[in-house]
């Protein structure tokens, strides 16, 4: 029987990754883009099978240095060189790659079809982008504070609010196309109206299970996606998936108040996966643990529930 496949796991897949840890989109039109966490151990050194010709960018963030990686097309090497951790690499399959691993290294694997980005183009009423091209190995802080964000996501994928993945999908697939597609930059976008924030802040506080999509809000405001998330930002001073944060934890703390509501259950009532992502996100926009935070508001003393 055939190894599984998943969306986006080209690269993962030519690697012999069928497991690697993956996060896609789920709100574009077209195609949605595959996330992938590559992780080469001392077992996957050698030559990889190539990876049949597909019209798709694949951007490699590396996160650890690599002194050399060479990628083969045509039967030679193509780009033959280091990397720093947190540098750029863009790639269109189109030209059908294998890659000879030298040593043990981890990325991240941003794949990304013709299909997703003429979709992302034609919402920003922008003209259709060529081509994607970086200089190998080049540093850019934008995409590695994305990918920092995105990181913690592949350790506990069930934690990952679909508004979360498509919002730094959507992030990081803009800025490529704005920094190396060739295009001039955007100008700046401007506000939401009062009664376009107010709905995009209903809709995310209706939502318990967390089931919302980027493009689910924008729709709601008559907007494309790319000029909802910037406006958003600017009106609201952060991104839909920290508002939502910031409002659930708001929540817990009016539930933390009444002694007898135990930790575990407001976790769930609020939205959160379970009490530790609960005590994760609680203790990072507070300082305090919910159950330290209730013994400082004159709550619930002693331990947890």
Same mark, same amino acid.
């Given at each position: 029987?055939?190894? @599984?496949?998943?969306?986006?796991?080209?690269?993962a897949h030519s690697f012999g990754m069928n497991a690697a840890p993956a996060l896609r989109t789920r709100s574009l039109p077209h195609a949605q883009i595959g996330m992938t966490r590559i992780?080469? =151990?001392? $077992?996957?050194? =050698?030559?990889?099978?190539?990876? #049949? +010709? *597909?019209?798709?960018?694949?951007?490699?963030?590396?996160?650890?240095?690599?002194?050399?990686? *060479?990628?083969?097309?045509?039967?030679?090497?193509?780009?033959?060189?280091?990397?720093?951790?947190?540098?750029?690499?863009?790639?269109?399959?189109?030209?059908?790659?294998?890659?000879?691993?030298?040593?043990? &290294?981890?990325?991240?694997?941003?794949?990304?079809?013709?299909?997703?980005?003429?979709?992302?183009? $034609?919402?920003?009423?922008?003209?259709?982008?060529?081509?994607?091209?970086?200089? +190998?190995?080049?540093?850019?802080?934008?995409? =590695?504070?994305?990918?920092?964000?995105?990181?913690?996501?592949?350790?506990?994928?069930?934690?990952?609010? #679909?508004?979360?993945?498509?919002?730094?999908?959507?992030?990081?697939?803009?800025?490529?196309?704005?920094?190396?597609?060739?295009?001039?930059?955007?100008?700046?976008?401007?506000?939401?109206? #009062?009664?376009?924030? @107010? @709905?995009?802040? $209903?809709?995310?506080?209706?939502?318990?299970?967390?089931?919302?999509?980027?493009?689910?809000?924008?729709?709601?405001?008559?907007?494309?996606?790319?000029?909802?998330?910037?406006?958003?930002?600017?009106?609201?001073?952060?991104?839909?998936?920290?508002?939502?944060? /910031?409002? /659930?934890? $708001?929540?817990?703390?009016?539930?933390?108040?009444? #002694?007898?509501?135990?930790?575990?259950?407001?976790?769930?009532?609020?939205?959160?996966?379970?009490?530790? &992502?609960?005590? @994760?996100?609680?203790? /990072?926009?507070?300082? &305090?643990?919910?159950?330290?935070?209730?013994?400082?508001?004159?709550?619930?003393?002693?331990?947890?529930?």
């Amino acid at each position: 029987m055939p190894p @599984r496949r998943s969306y986006g796991d080209a690269v993962a897949h030519s690697f012999g990754m069928n497991a690697a840890p993956a996060l896609r989109t789920r709100s574009l039109p077209h195609a949605q883009i595959g996330m992938t966490r590559i992780s080469c =151990g001392a $077992e996957r050194i =050698g030559m990889t099978p190539q990876i #049949p +010709p *597909e019209d798709t960018f694949i951007a490699a963030i590396y996160l650890t240095d690599l002194q050399r990686h *060479e990628l083969w097309s045509g039967g030679r090497p193509r780009i033959s060189q280091g990397y720093a951790a947190n540098s750029l690499r863009i790639v269109n399959l189109v030209e059908g790659y294998s890659a000879n691993i030298l040593e043990p &290294h981890e990325a991240l694997s941003f794949y990304i079809p013709r299909a997703a980005l003429d979709g992302l183009a $034609e919402d920003a009423g922008r003209p259709a982008i060529a081509d994607l091209r970086c200089v +190998p190995g080049t540093l850019d802080p934008v995409v =590695g504070h994305l990918v920092s964000a995105l990181l913690p996501a592949f350790q506990a994928p069930g934690e990952a609010s #679909p508004l979360f993945i498509d919002q730094v999908a959507q992030a990081i697939t803009t800025h490529l196309a704005d920094h190396y597609g060739g295009q001039p930059q955007r100008d700046p976008k401007g506000r939401l109206a #009062p009664q376009q924030l @107010r @709905r995009a802040k $209903e809709l995310l506080a209706s939502r318990r299970d967390g089931d919302l999509t980027l493009a689910a809000l924008a729709r709601e405001c008559g907007l494309s996606r790319s000029y909802f998330l910037e406006a958003f930002r600017v009106t609201a001073g952060c991104t839909p998936h920290r508002w939502l944060q /910031r409002h /659930r934890v $708001e929540q817990a703390k009016s539930m933390l108040r009444d #002694p007898a509501a135990a930790i575990a259950e407001i976790a769930i009532l609020c939205g959160f996966a379970d009490q530790s &992502h609960m005590t @994760r996100v609680f203790t /990072r926009l507070t300082g &305090h643990s919910p159950a330290a935070w209730r013994r400082l508001a004159g709550g619930l003393p002693g331990k947890a529930r």
